[in-house]
């Protein structure tokens, strides 16, 4: 029993806590810039989750995120985890309209957003006064700020992201997920397809969507390495499939055959793909082929 209600109180922040001290060394985090540790990767989280308090976050308060597939936006989930504020993460392709509605739906007191999404920010009427630039202005958000975990007790029901639906029934709404909810889908996700420490995920596809920050998250809780792609790159995809053992691989339908072709291209030899998630049926002939 006892056991059972240690179980329930666990978050996010709890596991990634569980990662650091087990797997400190261990690859956590890859992109473009290069590796982080799991050490690495929670000073970071730390130094940011810190910065949130400093500028007045608190409990419940949610920080919007307005940017393409880099390790901020990862960063940001997990200080959010360490602090209890929610992150809304804005869909890139809505049009002006949407967007603002989305702002003002979660009434954020933060927004980050990179140099390519700028200028879409700049024209919506958001009225939040605290914009942080990731690409110019991250660095400056986390300087002379500790690295101290803030150990702040977050109630596992408490939401940690907010992932907008498609709108095709009318302007997108906010789904709320819990951090009881995100680490109960990791254990699902492990314990059903038998994925663990020794596998990466590549989050390719957008993470405002549920497909990249769901198992981005859920590889870091059990303490495997995220392989972070600005979107999708095949030629860079078939590298990373060849180099890495990877537990879940996303492919969604209208990218399958030109991942099919990059394989053949580039003479992929899969290192190792556990499952592959999608909702069309592909063979392994035809992929060999």
Excluded at 21 to 39: F, I, K, M, W
Excluded at 101 to 115: E, G, N, T, W
Excluded at 267 to 288: F, Q
Aim: hydrophobic fraction near 45%.
């Amino acid at each position: 029993m006892a056991t059972g209600n240690f179980a329930q109180t666990l978050t996010v922040a709890d596991l990634l806590r569980k990662q650091v001290v087990t797997r400190t060394n261990c690859p956590a985090l890859e992109d473009s810039e290069g590796t982080l540790s799991y050490g690495d990767l929670d000073q970071l989280v730390n130094r940011l989750a810190q910065a949130l308090l400093v500028r007045g976050l608190q409990l419940g308060d949610r920080v919007a995120v307005l940017a393409e597939n880099c390790r901020e936006y990862i960063v940001l989930q997990l200080a959010a985890a360490k602090t209890g504020v929610v992150v809304a993460c804005l869909n890139w392709r809505l049009v002006d309209g949407e967007m603002r509605h989305c702002m003002h739906l979660v009434a954020p007191r933060m927004v980050f957003v990179s140099a390519r999404y700028a200028p879409v920010l700049a024209r919506i009427d958001h009225g939040v006064p605290d914009v942080v630039e990731i690409d110019t202005q991250f660095e400056l958000l986390l300087a002379g700020v500790p690295d101290i975990d803030p150990l702040i007790d977050v109630d596992p029901e408490q939401g940690l992201v907010i992932l907008y639906t498609s709108g095709t029934t009318g302007l997108p709404k906010g789904a709320v997920i819990s951090q009881r909810a995100m680490v109960a889908r990791a254990m699902c996700f492990a314990a059903e397809f038998g994925i663990g420490a020794e596998q990466s995920y590549v989050a390719w596809s957008p993470l405002f969507h549920m497909a990249a920050t769901d198992f981005s998250l859920a590889t870091l809780m059990i303490g495997g390495k995220v392989v972070v792609q600005d979107g999708l790159d095949v030629d860079r995809l078939c590298a990373t499939i060849e180099r890495e053992s990877i537990g879940w691989l996303v492919a969604m339908p209208g990218m399958i055959d030109l991942l099919i072709d990059g394989l053949r291209r580039n003479r992929t030899k899969p290192r190792g793909v556990r499952v592959v998630g999608t909702d069309k049926a592909i063979s392994y002939e035809k992929v060999a082929s």
